[in-house]
T-cell receptor, first 111, second 113 residues
Framework: GQSLEQPSEVTAVEGAIVQINCTYQ??????LSWYQQHDGGAPTFLSY????GLEETGRFSSFLSRSDSYGYLLLQELQMKDSASYFC????????????FGTGTRLQVFP | SQTIHQWPATLVQPVGSPLSLECTVE??????LYWYRQAAGRGLQLLFY??????ISSEVPQNLSASRPQDRQFILSSKKLLLSDSGFYLC????????????FGPGTRLTVL
């Protein structure tokens, strides 16, 4: 089967750094994406890694190791508004742009 | 710029009633389109995707169907709703030749009673 595993919940305080891990097992792999979803809202795209290494976008960074089938999302200088669910997703089928989503990690940021 | 619309935003329907959810995309042409369902506190389950008008692929067997009558219109339907059809329905699109970034609509929250 195809699966993506993430921790179900992570808590942190404002200003801290948190890392959300994602391990995947899929029949194909073309890239790893991260999405943020606030309660009641739609997922929004955060980052995409097709190659090994770190991608930085402001306070958020994403890392990929294809040999380990592993990636993580790093959130720095946490703010209350970062409280949300975070999903990793694998692009596994060229031509259709289909994604397989993980079950999501709920991040709670406390003051 | 591109935008994606979904309606209705919320819907309460009795078991056995029909369903029609609509999704339209503006500002792009020939997008790939997707329907997802999300149960409360869960991940996203891909229901259907379409790479062009009249081209629909189903990911899971169920009592739902999808149609794409126009390039930027995607419709999710059911003839008879089940209790298990309750959930948050999301439509998404990607452009051709992109890095697979999917852009989601605001969603429809469906409650079947």
């Amino acid at each position: 089967g195809q699966s993506l595993e993430q921790p179900s919940e992570v808590t942190a305080v404002e200003g801290a750094i948190v890392q959300i891990n994602c391990t995947y097992q899929t029949s194909g792999f073309y890239g790893l994406s991260w999405y943020q979803q606030h309660d009641g809202g739609a997922p929004t795209f955060l980052s995409y890694n097709a190659l090994d290494g770190l991608e930085e976008t402001g306070r958020f960074s994403s890392f990929l190791s294809r040999s380990d089938s592993y990636g993580y999302l790093l959130l720095q200088e946490l703010q209350m508004k970062d409280s949300a669910s975070y999903f990793c997703a694998v692009s596994h089928e060229v031509g259709t742009d289909k994604l397989i989503f993980g079950t999501g990690t709920r991040l709670q940021v406390f003051p | 710029s591109q935008t994606i619309h979904q309606w209705p935003a919320t819907l309460v329907q009795p078991v056995g009633s029909p369903l029609s959810l609509e999704c339209t995309v503006e500002g792009t042409s020939n997008p790939n389109l997707y329907w997802y369902r999300q149960a409360a506190g869960r991940g996203l389950q891909l229901l259907f995707y379409s790479v062009g008008i009249g081209q629909i692929s189903s990911e899971v067997p169920q009592n739902l169907s999808a149609s794409r009558p126009q390039d930027r219109q995607f419709i999710l339907s059911s003839k008879k709703l089940l209790l298990s059809d309750s959930g948050f329905y999301l439509c998404a699109w990607t452009g051709r030749g992109t890095t697979d970034t999917q852009y989601f609509g605001p969603g429809t929250r469906l409650t079947v009673l």
